[in-house]
């Protein structure tokens, strides 16, 4: 986070500027509101900040089905990993241009239907938890109740 903090002032300064230095991208941001990116079309509420489009997409395109701390216990295997990471994502990418493999077709693991499915019982299973304790929720109950203990206050 002290990277964060240490470049807010400069950010700020260049975003405090924008309307006289680049006066097309401040129009795209505040007239039309572009300054976000949706990856999927199937996807309505998927919108990300344009900075990180970038970020998330060599993420997806290097991910490792293991994860990276199964890929190597060594640091300069690690490394590599990471240094390489952008040209792997880069040659895939033209790898997809060259097959026409349309990246709009990816769905999030969120909407799929079992995860739905497995995330409405989830859902189900905590009301009726709630439901067989005292409902501090109810019109009924005046007293306040602590949720973790069940104790009144």
């Given amino acids: 986070m002290l ?3 240490r470049y807010l002032p400069a950010y700020y300064s260049q975003m405090s500027t924008l309307p006289d230095d680049h006066p097309e991208i401040y129009h795209e941001f505040h007239e039309n509101g572009n300054f976000s990116v949706q990856l999927s079309s ?3 509420f998927g919108r990300i900040p344009v900075d990180q ?3 998330v997409i060599v993420n997806k395109d290097t991910q490792a089905t293991t994860g990276t701390t199964k890929f190597s216990l060594k640091p300069g295997a690690v490394n ?3 240094l ?3 040209y792997r994502s880069a040659f895939l990418g033209l790898l997809r241009d060259t ?3 349309n990246r709009s077709e990816l769905h999030p ?3 799929q239907k079992p995860r739905m499915q497995r995330d409405e019982s989830f859902v189900s299973i905590i009301e009726s938890l709630i439901e067989s304790w005292n409902n501090p929720f109810q019109l009924e109950s005046q007293d306040l109740v602590c949720l973790s203990t069940m104790a009144d206050a």
């Fill in 109 to 111: 693991a969120e909407l």
């Fill in 80 to 82: 590599r990993f990471y």
């Fill in 84 to 86: 390489t990471a952008e």
């Fill in 99 to 101: 097959v026409n493999y």
């Fill in 42 to 44: 199937n996807n309505p």
């Fill in 3 to 5: 990277n964060y903090a």
């Fill in 53 to 55: 489009i970038t970020e």
